[in-house]
Nanobody, 124 residues
Framework: QVQLVESGGGVVQPGGSLRLSCAAS????????MGWFRQAPGKEREFVAV????????YYADSVKGRFTISRDTAKNTVYLQMNSLKPEDTAVYYC?????????????????WGQGTQVTVSS
C-alpha cells in the first residue's frame, strides 16, 4: 500500500510561482505512474500532469503545458510540480495520485492512490 502526502500549496499573485511536492511512503514500485490532478469548487477533478516513475516520460494538460513542469526524485520517493506564470484559473486543490499502470494517465478513475490535497490560490 502507498501513502501520498502533498505539500507546497499557498497563496500567490498572478504570474508567480509555486512548487508542489508529493512524498510517497509505504511500498513503492518503479512501474507507477505519478500524476497531478486539481479540483476547483463546483468543478470536476481534472488532469494536470503525469510522469512515469521508471522512465520519466511526462504528459501535460493543454491548459498548463509550457507553464508547469513535473519531475521526480526517485531517491526521495517524491514527485514535484513546478508551477510558473500562475493564473487565477489555476486556483484549485491539487492532488497527487499514483497508478499501477501508466496507461489512461488522464483518467482519475484509473488511479489507485490519492493524497489529501493542497490548496493553491492565485489572486491579486
Amino acid at each position: 500500500q502507498v501513502q501520498l502526502v502533498e505539500s507546497g500549496g499557498g497563496v500567490v499573485q498572478p504570474g508567480g510561482s509555486l512548487r508542489l511536492s508529493c512524498a510517497a511512503s509505504g511500498r513503492t514500485v518503479s512501474s507507477y505512474g505519478m500524476g497531478w490532478f486539481r479540483q476547483a469548487p463546483g468543478k470536476e477533478r481534472e488532469f494536470v500532469a503525469v510522469i512515469s516513475w521508471s522512465g520519466g516520460s511526462t504528459y501535460y494538460a493543454d491548459s498548463v503545458k509550457g507553464r508547469f513542469t513535473i519531475s521526480r526524485d526517485t531517491a526521495k520517493n517524491t514527485v514535484y510540480l513546478q508551477m510558473n506564470s500562475l493564473k487565477p484559473e489555476d486556483t484549485a486543490v491539487y492532488y497527487c495520485a499514483a497508478a499501477y499502470s501508466f496507461s489512461y494517465y488522464a483518467r482519475p478513475d484509473k488511479y489507485d492512490y490519492w493524497g489529501q490535497g493542497t490548496q493553491v490560490t492565485v489572486s491579486s
